[in-house]
């Protein structure tokens, strides 16, 4: 790869371009509204269901002890999630797009 | 004076300060005195680890890719390790531990954000400024934006944030040192504003990187230790240690204490089991997802953590790098739930509380307390160790704050705008460590001049600002072609100066008024509580009985001296700061209002003030977030 300019335009209007763009919008933002609706899941149901949050489950341990930890269990399955589709497909995508940038954009 | 004889020297100072003058001044830590020679020991050892770790940086720190970036060949492991280093300050470490063992349930589901805060950093923002960035906030800011407001709007910005956050480490460090082995407040200011400066004037980001991975090694080292010891009493069960903890006497009077009058129908075993429920400390919902945004968004905006993307050979070590991140800081969040529960069971809120209100001291009692307790040495080498992490923690985190404001300074306005990107690799590594020592001398006179200041929320204020002004402008330049300069010079002012507004007018600002009347009453109270006591007295017979009345009389009293100076230190005075007598809003937290705030006022000004060239500029900007094309590469070594 030249370090002279790239046909950035040209590269963006690349259909392989565009299926990574369109692909990794929709995961992402898919990821991140979960993760943030999940995440205020807790100060919302310790405020506003405490009932529910009361109920023991194991010994002493009760509904909300175990939201509490499901919510670091979440954040890293996502993380892990994520991490997998993005050296899977999305890092792959990329190379691809990177190796051929000189025949799509040429430098100019 | 060569930059190794120069650190040898300021070693010297450093353990001196430490330790020689020391042994005369360890009173009324935590530390018995007798043993402070222990803390004395700890202390120097990991100085001299940390200095000599300098020693070695600085003879690599040469390039400004070095100082800045450490040469952009940290590896995405070591990276999360000084991510996790570079995060978990003296709040989280001490002050989430002091929450649980005071409050139970609610200082656990404190802790939550600030893991889930890694989600925004690792999907939307790692990666593509990894690839578009340099050293930089103002770098990613200015690619595709007038070159020179960009810079700046970034650099006040990226100052700002650093400095509440700085102010809040250096009054907070000094605090804790001060509880923690009783030396004075000044001296451990200054201590800690030396070794900080040190690490970061001589080593750049390749020392900074270190003494963040070394503290975050020990941090965890420690939690783990005192996390087995106090969980193998009850062969390693969680509901077994939990039905420990609801069974236990002092969290009962804990939890009795919390709930006053509405305890009063309660068996122990539900006070207890209270414990383990929400709504002893959090009583304020919305408050409460106002500092989650707050959480979530502004991680994401904190220069110091931007920073750290840049130190790793590619977009796809950064990726590694807050996976890493994220497994130490969630891993050390868990392990908070066993030391807070711990010392709520074996040290009690009484004896926490009384030494320092916050809980602040939990983690270290326990310690204390798993080694044999006060008068053993095993217990005192613990506490020792305990508050030695906490030490290098607060410089750990210091440091990393002062290199993105001093980077900011040298990098962005005194190369970027001063001197319009004309400046020699010499120059600009000379100018960074000027700047180094300006912020940290700056850190030093603010820590002292700010002592028995309330800094607590200045913590969370960097935060709002951070996610009010930093992630508008970052997240909109990298996901939205329209966004521009005039964009981001709303955004910035816009949701930093209502961040800050909103705090000013909130309950966090002290209010002499309501403070007197608060006073007042206790006043009041006191006299008609002391005279009911008395009388109880002189029924009693019992001499348990009697023993339990004195204390208590002994209590309303203090209560009422407390009361009283109260009175005095705001005679006069009937306003805040800023002239209020009461609070114009409830929310302790702003960005409820200035985050959505700051997002509309990037989209408003972009759109008003349109921008070709940074409509032009986002095809480049984003293929090469995407792909990595001519990012910034590592140097080979």
């Given at each position: 790869?030249?370090?002279a300019?790239m046909n ?24 991140m509204?979960f ?28 509904v ?23 050296s ?6 990329a ?14 | ?13 450093a353990?001196?300060?430490t ?13 018995p ?16 680890v940390?200095?000599?770790v300098t020693?070695?940086a ?10 800045y970036?450490?040469?952009?060949s ?9 991510i ?15 929450l ?22 690792l ?12 050293y ?7 690619f595709?934006?007038?070159?020179k ?10 100052i ?14 000094g ?11 000044e ?6 504003g ?8 001589f ?9 963040q ?8 080292m ?9 969980w ?14 609801a ?9 009795a ?5 509405a ?10 089991q ?13 408050d ?15 220069p ?5 993307f840049?130190t790793?050979?590619?977009a796809?070590q ?10 130490i800081i ?17 040290v ?27 008068d ?8 020792a ?6 030490f290098?923690?607060?410089v ?8 993105a404001s001093?980077s900011a ?14 400046a020699?690799?010499e120059e ?10 300006i912020?940290?001398a700056?850190?030093i ?16 204020l960097?935060f ?16 939205w072609?329209?966004?521009?300069t ?16 909103l705090?000013m ?9 309501l ?5 007042q ?7 008609a509580?002391?005279?009911t006591?008395?009388a109880d007295?002189?029924?009693?017979t ?13 209590n309303?009293?203090?209560d ?11 005679e006069g ?14 929310l302790r ?7 959505p ?7 408003l000004?972009s ?20 792909t990595?094309?001519?990012a ?6």
């Open positions: 790869m030249s370090n300019s950035w335009v040209a590269i963006d209007a690349d259909a392989r371009f565009q299926e990574l763009h369109r692909r990794k919008t929709r995961f992402l933002w898919a990821l509204i993760s943030v609706v999940y995440y205020f899941l807790l100060p919302v149901g310790a405020a506003y269901f405490t009932d529910l949050f009361r109920v023991k489950v194991w010994g002493p341990i009760n909300g002890i175990l939201f509490a930890l499901s919510e670091f269990v979440v954040a890293w399955l996502i993380a892990f999630v994520y991490a997998r589709v993005a899977r497909t999305f890092d792959p995508m190379a691809e797009i990177v190796r051929r940038a000189g025949a799509i954009g040429g430098a100019r | 004076m060569s930059a190794p004889r120069l650190l040898g020297g300021l070693t010297a100072v353990l001196a300060t330790s020689i003058p020391a042994f005369a001044i360890f009173k009324g830590g935590a530390v005195e007798r043993f402070g020679w222990l803390a004395v020991v700890v202390f120097a050892a990991i100085i001299a940390t200095m000599y020693y070695l600085a003879k690599r720190v040469k390039t400004t890719q070095q100082f970036a450490a040469g952009r940290v590896s995405g492991l070591q990276n999360g390790w000084a996790a280093g570079d995060y978990l300050s003296a709040a989280s470490f001490l002050g989430i531990a002091g649980i063992s005071l409050y139970g349930y609610d200082g656990f589901m404190y802790s939550v954000g600030w893991l889930v805060a890694y989600i925004t950093v999907l939307v923002i790692a990666e593509p400024c990894r690839n578009i960035g340099k930089t906030l103002g770098d990613i800011l200015a595709r934006n007038q070159h407001t960009a810079k700046t709007m970034a650099a006040i910005s990226t700002t944030v650093s400095t509440f956050y700085l102010t809040a480490q250096m009054v907070g460090g605090v804790l040192v001060k509880t923690l082995i009783g030396i004075d407040y001296v451990s200011v200054i201590v800690v030396i070794l900080m400066l040190a690490y970061v004037v080593g750049g980001m390749v020392a900074t990187t270190w003494v991975i070394i503290k975050a090694i020990l941090l965890v420690a939690s783990i230790l005192l996390v087995i010891f106090t193998a009493p009850y062969g390693f069960s969680l509901p077994g240690f939990l039905d420990g903890v069974g236990d006497v002092k969290v009962q009077a804990q939890v204490r919390l709930l006053g009058d305890a009063t129908n309660m068996t122990p075993e539900q006070l207890g209270r414990f383990l429920e929400p709504g002893l400390y959090l009583k304020n919902p919305i409460q997802i106002s500092l989650g945004m707050a959480l979530v968004l502004g991680t994401a905006g904190m110091h953590i931007l920073m750290r840049f790793v050979p590619s796809q950064a990726r590694v790098s807050v996976i890493w991140a994220m497994a969630g891993g050390f969040y868990v392990l908070t739930l066993f030391i807070g529960n711990g010392a709520a069971l074996n009690g809120a009484a004896q926490i509380s009384a030494i320092d209100k916050g809980g602040n001291m939990a983690g270290p009692l326990l310690a204390q307390y798993i080694g044999g307790g006060a053993s040495m095993l217990g005192n080498l613990f506490l160790f305990v508050a030695a992490v906490a290098a923690t607060i750990a985190v210091v440091a990393g704050l002062v290199l001093a300074m040298s990098h962005d306005i005194w190369v970027g705008v001063v001197k319009g990107e004309h020699t690799q600009e590594v000379r100018a960074a460590r000027v700047s180094a020592v912020v940290g700056l850190a006179v603010i820590g002292i001049a700010a002592k028995g200041q309330n800094v607590a929320h200045l913590v969370a960097a709002a600002v951070a996610a009010s002004s930093n992630l508008p402008c970052v997240l909109l330049t990298l996901y072609k329209r966004c521009n005039g964009g981001i010079v709303l955004g910035m002012l816009v949701g930093a100066f209502s961040a800050i507004a705090v007018v909130s309950p966090n600002m002290t209010y002499p008024k403070e007197k009347e608060k006073a009453q206790v006043i009041d109270g006191a006299a509580k002391a005279a006591l008395e007295m002189a029924a009693a019992d001499p348990a009985a009697r023993t339990k009345l004195e204390g208590d009389l002994a309303v009293r203090k009422a001296d407390g009361a009283q100076a109260t009175m005095q230190r705001f005075t009937d306003t805040s700061i800023v002239g209020l007598e009461k609070p114009l809003i409830q937290n702003p960005g409820l209002y200035s985050i705030l700051g997002f509309l006022c990037v989209i000004g759109l008003f003030w349109r921008d070709r060239k940074a409509e032009e500029m986002w095809d480049e900007l984003y293929v090469r977030q995407n990595g094309i001519h910034e590469q590592a140097v080979a070594h």
